[in-house]
Every structure is written in C-alpha cells, then in structure tokens.
C-alpha cells in the first residue's frame, strides 16, 4: 500500500507563490511516476502537472505552463509543486497521486494511488 500526504496549501493574493509537498510512504516511491490534479467547487477533477520516476520528464496542463514547476526528492519520497503567480482561477483542491507503471500523465483515471488534497485559495 501506498500512502499520500499533501501540505502547503493556505490563502495567497494574487500574484504570490506556494510550494506544495506530497509525502509518500510504503512501497517504492522512486519508482512512481507521479502527478498533480486540482479540483474545484462544482468542477471535476483536473490535470496539473507530472513527472516521471526519475524526474528526468516532466509534463503541464497549458493552463499552468511557465507558471508553476513538478520536482521531486526520490531521497525524502517527496514530490513538490512550486505555483508562481498564482491566478484566482487556481483556486482549487490539490492532490497528488502515484502511478506504479506506464508514463500516462494527464489521465486521472491512469493513477493508482491518491492523496486527501491540500486547498490552495488565491484572493483578488
């Protein structure tokens, strides 16, 4: 079994920055290729960024592209993401998730593994 822990999340104005952390715990985390999916009110849950288990590819929605960064710490099983000039469209729940096989990055269904989420809200 594999277990998600997100942090980082708070109220942030516009334009600001936050780190977000995903903690993993159980099986061998450094072989995941890994995401990030956020979710707002009313809206289904949606793509953000992934990375592979080396961390060598990376992959973002087009509605994050240069703004926010995917990282990751194989040695502190811990994947990150950095979110600059954050937008109130940003608003949202943000998860974090594990795949154990195959590089299928902005597929939600594809995830074998999720966190509870982090909120992040971005005021005007």
């Known amino acids: 079994q594999v277990q998600l822990v997100e942090s980082g999340g708070r109220l942030v104005q516009a334009g600001g920055s936050l780190r977000l952390s995903c903690a993993a715990s159980?099986?061998?985390?450094?072989?995941?290729?890994m995401g990030w999916f956020r979710q707002a009110p009313g809206k289904e849950r949606e793509f953000v960024a992934a990375?592979?288990?080396?961390?060598?590819?990376?992959y973002y929605s087009d509605s994050v592209k240069g703004r926010f960064t995917i990282s990751r710490d194989n040695a502190k099983n811990t994947v990150y993401l950095q979110m600059n000039s954050l937008e109130p469209r940003d608003t949202a729940g943000y998860y974090c998730?594990?795949?154990?096989?195959?590089?299928?990055?902005?597929?939600?269904?594809?995830?074998?593994?999720w966190g509870q989420g982090t909120q992040v809200t971005v005021s005007s």
């Open positions: 998730a594990a795949r154990t096989q195959g590089w299928v990055p902005a597929t939600k269904y594809a995830y074998d593994y």
């Open positions: 159980g099986r061998t985390f450094s072989s995941f290729n």
């Open positions: 990375i592979t288990w080396s961390g060598g590819s990376t």
